[in-house]
């Protein structure tokens, strides 16, 4: 069956079973790390891995489906995690070998807008964890990992279905009042807010992410904040000239209790490297 052809729930099991594929950069300095394993530890392992959407959400699957039964908590943070699994276990059960790039050699158009994607995850991610840190969060891990992951369905889709992908984009570029949701569904079938929610489930990824999925959840300051973080980084992935930006500081700015030109100083610095 082509990709074209599948619908929703053969997606899931096509996804549960798929290699998933990592960024050349992040296989490459991985096997580095391999290399000098003396020298390497499991912070720098997990810098690599979260830097890396796809490769974070493939180590989550891996640990949530082998997690022992009396593992009662989520498993959210990849230092912990590469520490319970071991170096070695990491790099043989879950290797970086599907690289990304080598997915696109018929679509290159399709690759530049899944690294724009992925570029868009890595500065939610370090905008949400900076402001989780901010407000005192105490599970500021979870909410960086979960604005890191907000569309990796959508980067899944890109790697493995360029083409109706291709296609969703054009229509969209065609008329911009219509809902992506709606032109989701011509295309695919479904909508992509379904397969994100469907996977989430399924490979039990951070329960904040499903309340990203659930309007009655808006308010939460967690939600709020990855929410905020997500509309920052799409906003501003083209430069500071957005006509939105000016209510995503002042949104920002009840959040962080900070008035909105400081939100702006501070956001334009760039994203900043957080603590791990």
Known sequence: ?????RSLAEWIAFFGQADLPVLRHTARELARLRANMAQGNASKIA???????LMTVKLLRYMQTHKSRHQVHELLDVKQALLMMGMET?????????????LFEAHPDAL???????????????????WAQRIHDMHAE???????????????????????MLEIRRLQGGDRTR??????????GFAGVDLQ?????????????????????AE?????????????????????????LPDDYRDIGKMLHMEPNRVMSLVRSGPVAVLR
Do not use: K
Not at 179 to 188: I, K, T
Not at 197 to 215: A, G, H, I, K, Y
Not at 221 to 238: C, F, K, T
């Open 1 to 5: 069956m082509s990709p074209q052809q």
């Open 47 to 53: 810098d690599v891995v979260t830097d890396d959407p």
């Open 90 to 102: 990491f790099f043989r059960e879950v290797p970086a070998t599907l690289i990304v790039e080598d």
């Open 112 to 130: 530049a807008y899944l690294l724009l994607t992925v570029r868009r995850a890595q500065r939610s991610a370090s905008y949400a964890a900076d």
């Open 142 to 164: 979870e909410v960086r990992v979960s604005a890191l992951l907000t569309h990796v369905t959508e980067m899944l889709m890109w790697c493995y279905n360029p083409g109706p």
């Open 179 to 188: 809902r992506s949701a709606d032109v989701q569904r011509q295309v695919l």
């Open 197 to 217: 929610r469907q996977l989430t489930v399924e490979w039990q990824l951070p329960e904040l992410l499903m309340s990203l999925l659930d309007p009655a959840q």
């Open 220 to 244: 939460s300051p967690r939600v709020s904040n990855v929410m905020l973080a997500v509309r920052l980084a799409r906003h501003s992935a083209q430069g500071w000239h957005d006509a939105a």
